[in-house]
């Protein structure tokens, strides 16, 4: 059977349609603008449909909106070497407060990480990443050590703390990241509604036995930002409390997301180098913090012991 003609001119007759000769490298040029129409139209198909899928709520099926679900999520990452009496109280200590405020915990172990040969201690970083994973829908993640306890349940830190005209009023605005004289200075004009992440300082820095940061995008990028691996392998002295100044004070993006507030409004030390305007516990504050109380041949629940028994000494009060 001899070849069927097609209906496709030969190759020649697109040529001759235009009467002005086009040079080879004016061609390839019209070519190369038709190949990017090409990526760039297929670039905004990937747009539109990824925009449709975040206002969808995502892959989850159901629509995981921020903000429908538990108004914070605390978590406190647990060592399971630990005395699991103590351990036990630290989580009831946590369930009793998150119950009273409709907010929801989450105590992972600090082995279900890996940390390869990092301190442990860096738990706490991907231990709040895995609490967003597991809670799409709540809108604050208060990282809350096994050092601390919850002594004035009556707070509820997200409508003390962390809406925007609170944060607004209570964040620390021009002051050195590192005291006392680092040239980084927290940021002056920052709008609440534009915090992601809140922290304390303590006698010598930022702290990370207490923080939060709100859920969404930017609190993924600091936690993964935080969590690189060169921070953890670079052995910090203090792990992931340099680290955390660190990305602080070299980039500007994360220092406009972060609102710095008096010590005392949920990270107030019981013992140790508390800052010394606003970090020394006193009876009413939100926390106790006991810092390092589990290192060393320090024993947290030896040192929690008289707060213990001032909390069981309400509770008895409030049922009577
Ligand atoms: C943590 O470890 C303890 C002791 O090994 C275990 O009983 C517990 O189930 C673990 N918890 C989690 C959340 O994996």
């Known amino acids: 059977m001899p070849p069927r003609k097609t209906s496709r001119p030969p190759p020649y007759a697109a040529r001759n349609q235009s009467s002005i000769p086009i040079p080879p490298a004016l061609r390839n040029l019209l070519r190369r603008d038709k190949l990017r129409t090409i990526v760039l139209g297929f670039l905004g198909f990937l747009t539109i449909i990824w925009l449709l899928r975040r206002m969808g709520g995502g892959s989850g099926g159901a629509a995981a909106v921020i903000g429908s679900g538990a108004p914070v999520v605390i978590v406190t990452v647990i060592d399971p ?9 630290v989580k009831r200590n946590r369930e009793d407060y998150a119950s009273r405020h409709g907010y929801a915990t989450f105590f992972p172990n600090n082995t279900d990480y890996p940390l390869k040969s990092s301190p442990l201690s860096w738990a706490k970083v991907p231990a709040v990443r895995h609490a967003m994973a597991l809670n799409p829908r709540a809108t604050f993640f208060w990282y809350l050590d096994s050092t601390a306890l919850i002594m004035n349940p009556s707070i509820a830190i997200h409508s003390h703390l962390l809406t925007p005209a609170r944060l607004e ?10 005291p006392p004289d680092s040239v980084i200075k927290t940021f002056g004009n920052l709008k609440g509604d534009r915090i992601d992440v ?14 939060v940061v709100r859920n969404g995008e930017w609190a993924k990028y600091f936690l993964d930002a935080w969590f690189d691996p060169i921070y953890r392998s670079y052995n910090f002295q203090k792990a992931e409390a340099h680290a955390l100044e660190h990305i602080v004070q070299w980039h500007g993006t994360i220092l406009a997301k972060l609102a710095l507030v008096p010590q005392n409004l949920f990270n107030s030390y019981a013992s140790g180098p508390a800052h010394p305007k606003n970090g ?16 060393d041949k320090r024993n947290c629940a030896d040192e929690m012991q008289a707060f213990f028994d001032v909390l069981e000494g309400k509770n008895k009060d409030s049922q009577n």
């Open 81 to 89: 070497r630990a005395n699991s009496a103590w351990v036990e109280k």
């Open 169 to 178: 009023k209570l964040m620390i605005v021009n002051e050195p990241v590192v």
């Open 198 to 211: 809140v922290v304390t300082q303590d006698k010598e820095g930022i702290t990370q036995s207490s923080f």
């Open 280 to 295: 020394q516990y006193r009876e009413g504050d939100l926390v106790a913090v006991f810092p390092g109380c589990d290192r």
